[in-house]
C-alpha cells in the first residue's frame, strides 16, 4: 500500500526569515493515490500583522486569526497527522518545507527530512516541459473543477493537488487496483481444472488420398520437387 500526505500552506509572506509565518496548513491521506477522507486542516495566528498583498492571495485577515492556536499550540496535532515515515505530496515543496522547518525549529523540533517530500510541480515540469505546471494549470489539463477556487486555501488547495497528483501517477486506471504485492507472491489464485481428453484421429481415406495426388499432379513448377531435385 502506498501511504501519502497531499500537504499545502498559507502563509503572511515569501520568506520566514524576514519574519513571515504559516497562517494555515492543510493536509489530506493518500491511499494508493486515492483519498481515504482523512484529513488535517488549521489556521494559526502569526503573532504579527497580514500584509493586504498577502491578503489579495488567499483572504485570510489578521482579524480572522486573532483568537487561533499559535503554533507551538497546534504543531503536535500537524505531526501526528503527517506521521514518521508517509511520503509528502507538495507542490513547490521548497516554498512549504522552508515554512515549515522554520516554524518546527522555532519549538525546538529538528524539522522534516527532505527524503519524505516529494515535488508534485517538479514531476509536472518534467512530464510536461514547456507548459504551464501551476496548479490552475494542472487542474484545466485534468478537467478537475475550480469553481471553488476564487482565493487560494490550503485545505482546498491541498485537495485538488491529491486530484491532480492521482493523475500525475496515470489516472483512476493506474495499475488496476493489482497490488504489486499480492501479484509477486501468488495471492488467492483460482484454480481451474480441465477434464483431459486424448488427441483424436483424422484418417485419410483412399478416395481423398487419390484426389489429394491428382490435385498435385495439376500444380506447375511446384517449389517442392525443385528441393528435392
Known sequence: MIHEIVLDTETTGMDPTEGHRIIEIGCIELMNHLPTGRQYHCYLNPERDVPPDAVAVHGITSDMLADKPVFSQEFTNFLDFIGSESKL???????????????LKRVGHPGIKNNRVIDSLAIARKKFPGSPANLDALCRRFNIDLSSRELHGALLDAQLLGDVWLELMGGRQHGLGIDPSTEQSGGDRTVIERTFRPARSFPISPEESAAHALFLEKLQDPLWKKIQA
Open 89 to 103: 505530496v507538495i507542490h513547490n515543496a521548497a516554498f512549504d518545507m522552508k515554512f515549515l522547518n522554520h516554524e
